[in-house]
């Protein structure tokens, strides 16, 4: 005998549980690919710095609230007018301002707008008091190299305004000194135009893979260094390890969900067949303008034993920028609109802190000092110089 | 395994079971009411808007399955540990891959109908809504690190630098922006064997598709995946007073 009472009220219980399972709704964000409008252009933006955007989970620009407040105002703007073009670009710069990542930039390819781009990292430096715009050492270092230094350019890759640039010598015959204002190393090395950088640097690595007992320290200028190619790192650093060499960590997303990130992955240098111990004081140089690869040379040599850093706090953009379609995150473009840059990985240093925004801080602070740079003395080499005996 | 585990899985059993007896008896659910266990294959998939392509795995599902009979209805529920495993790769055939196997808690509930019986078989259809709880997860992949990367000269002086292919596995750790509850519907069809009144065997498959995000909404905040789940299982059914008989007597 089947007890009603007690069916009706399992039936019950099973219409309620699927009453409830169906009320779970996904609502999923469609955008165009190539915008037509205004709304099309910020929901795409929108849709691709949400999955794009390595750093959610630290960031505190609520995106949701973004979109809230910025979808209707897009939605007024009309694609055809010049001047909603224009007044586009201060609701992107509003959006973006406190992003974490300094690397994030947008280019406008709008016709109305290629004079126009934004950098929240770079307008954020630009209200400190202790800012200072980038500053080509190599101008004034030259008066403290010996005879027979070498100053290489290359043309053919310009960061910044400025061509790269190898400055490498001795000082008093007991330093060995380098410095290169961007990171384009291994690339000029074999570009058609390069023979000048090639012949500097293997100068260089022939000083560094046969060190004369004369030499009693290093040092390695990279600062106003806005970085590059990460490649140049190991094409740069395996000279100065005999085994891999961990000096952090990097985490990419795995996925286009906002905290889809793998585990972090040991970042490391690997070595050069023809190392030789160095075993001397390795001195780095770094300022406010020595960024992302700059930073990975900054922090590698950090982990070694014998270094020391000089010069002020790094960019903070520690993040690598990676130009390939195996990456999960990081640079797009809104057709016919604007490019936008991200990091596609980030990076923690050995000591599990992550320095984006932040900098990388050094042993011994020295400020820029304009006074001495414009009488011709670089005061942070000059401290580099005295602390090798 | 030491002895003990095995004492300790059989009091827990014997527990479990005098507790769901004692519930069914309290609602008079005694009668018609059957209990087994199950255990089979699962095969899951994510299905999501992104651009990357998404791989079904393998897994398995084991419960204990609970199933009251009026007329020619049943309700049935299901209580299982199974895995909903998945992979994606970011190109068709590309060595770079991420791989979750996640195991999850699920209670399915579902009502039924025989519409087929003949003399010692029964065939069903079923459909209803399920919870789960996601237990754990592993993660295995491999990635380009462009933070580890390889240069040689080779003799035409000329620079080769790659990024090296990374391997990983680990051990997922859940956060807050996980959303470790679960809901969806299932449906599935089902052949009863009857081997005596009170036993039978069971064999089932089920298709289980999630509603619910592994990721918390944030409002527009998150990208639209849900997992899709085929099971295919076989179990033994005991009628529950049989049961009581057997917790009695230690025989069927």
């Known amino acids: 005998m089947v007890n009603f009472k007690k069916l009706f009220s399992l039936i019950s219980l099973f219409v309620f549980f699927s009453l409830i399972v169906s009320c779970y709704r996904n609502s999923a964000l469609s955008y165009s690919d190539n915008p037509q409008t205004f709304k099309d252009v910020f929901e795409n933006y929108w849709m691709k710095m949400k999955s794009n955007y390595a750093y959610w989970d630290l960031d505190t620009t609520n995106w949701a609230a973004v979109f809230n407040k910025y979808d209707p105002l897009f939605n007024n703007l009309d694609l055809n007018k010049e001047n909603d073009i224009k007044k586009s670009v201060s609701y992107f710069r509003d959006i973006s301002k406190n992003l974490l990542d300094n690397h994030y930039n947008i280019n406008f390819l709008n016709p109305v707008l290629t004079d126009s781009a934004i950098f929240p990292a770079y307008d954020r430096k630009s209200k400190l008091i202790s800012f200072h715009p980038p500053y080509p050492y190599w101008k004034i270092d030259t008066n403290y190299l010996d005879k027979g230094y070498l100053m290489a350019k290359n043309t053919d890759f310009i960061n910044n305004g400025e061509a790269l640039t190898v400055l490498c010598g001795t000082i008093k015959h007991k330093i060995l000194y380098i410095s290169f204002n961007h990171c384009s190393l291994s690339e000029s090395y074999t570009s058609p135009n390069g023979y000048y950088i090639k012949y500097a640097l293997q100068s260089y690595f022939a000083m560094l893979n046969n060190l004369s007992d004369t030499i009693k320290g290093l040092i390695i200028d990279v600062r106003s260094n806005l970085g590059g190619d990460l490649n140049d790192l190991n094409f740069f650093a395996k000279h100065f390890v005999n085994h891999q060499h961990l000096y952090g960590y990097a985490q990419y997303k795995i996925g286009e969900g906002i905290y889809s990130y793998s585990t972090w992955l040991p970042a490391l240098v690997n070595p050069n067949d023809n190392y030789n111990n160095i075993g001397k004081p390795i001195i780095v140089l770094a300022d406010n303008f020595s960024a992302s690869t700059a930073e990975a040379f900054v922090m590698f040599f950090k982990t070694l034993p014998n270094s020391l850093l000089i010069g002020e706090n790094t960019f903070g953009a520690t993040g690598a920028i990676v130009e390939d379609s195996s990456m999960n995150c990081g640079s797009f473009t809104i057709p016919d609109f604007m490019s936008v840059q991200l990091s596609s990985a980030r990076f923690k240093f050995i000591n599990n802190k992550i320095y984006e925004n932040i900098g990388f801080p050094p042993d011994v602070f020295i400020p820029f000092n304009s006074t001495s740079i414009q009488e011709g003395r670089d005061l942070v080499l000059e401290k580099a110089i005295s602390v090798i005996h | ?252």
């Not at chain 2, 089920?206 to 990208?223: A, D, M, P, V, W």
Request: hydrophobic fraction near 40%.
């Open chain 2, 1 to 252: 395994m030491p002895v003990y585990f095995f004492k300790l899985y059989k009091i827990t059993f014997y527990v479990a079971l005098n507790c769901l007896i004692l519930f069914c008896n309290s609602y008079n659910l005694l009668a018609q009411a059957k209990l087994g266990i199950t255990a089979g294959y699962s095969n899951n998939i994510l299905i999501s808007d992104n651009s990357l392509n998404e791989r079904n795995r393998d897994g398995y599902i084991v419960g204990i399955n609970y199933n009251y009979l009026f007329n020619n209805l049943f309700l049935e529920t299901n209580f299982t540990f199974i895995s909903k495993n998945f992979r994606f790769q970011k190109f068709y055939n590309s060595e770079i891959y991420q791989q979750y196997d996640n195991n999850y808690l699920q209670l399915p509930v579902s009502l039924g109908f025989y519409f087929l019986k003949a003399q010692k078989i029964k065939i069903s259809i079923s459909g209803g809504g399920f919870v789960s709880y996601w237990l754990q997860s592993h993660i295995k992949g491999v990635l380009p690190n462009v933070y580890n990367s390889i240069d040689s000269l080779n003799s035409n002086g000329n620079i080769t630098q790659y990024a090296r292919l990374t391997e990983y596995k680990v051990k997922y750790i859940f956060s807050d922006a996980d959303n470790r509850w679960g809901f969806g519907w299932n449906t599935g069809i089902g052949i009863h064997y009857l081997i005596n009144r009170n036993i039978c065997l069971a064999l089932k498959g089920q298709y289980f598709q999630s509603i619910t995000n592994n990721e918390k909404s944030k409002g527009n905040f998150q990208l639209y995946g849900y997992f899709k789940t085929f099971v295919i299982e076989s179990g033994v059914l005991i009628e529950l007073k049989h049961a009581k008989h057997f917790l009695k007597n230690g025989k069927l």
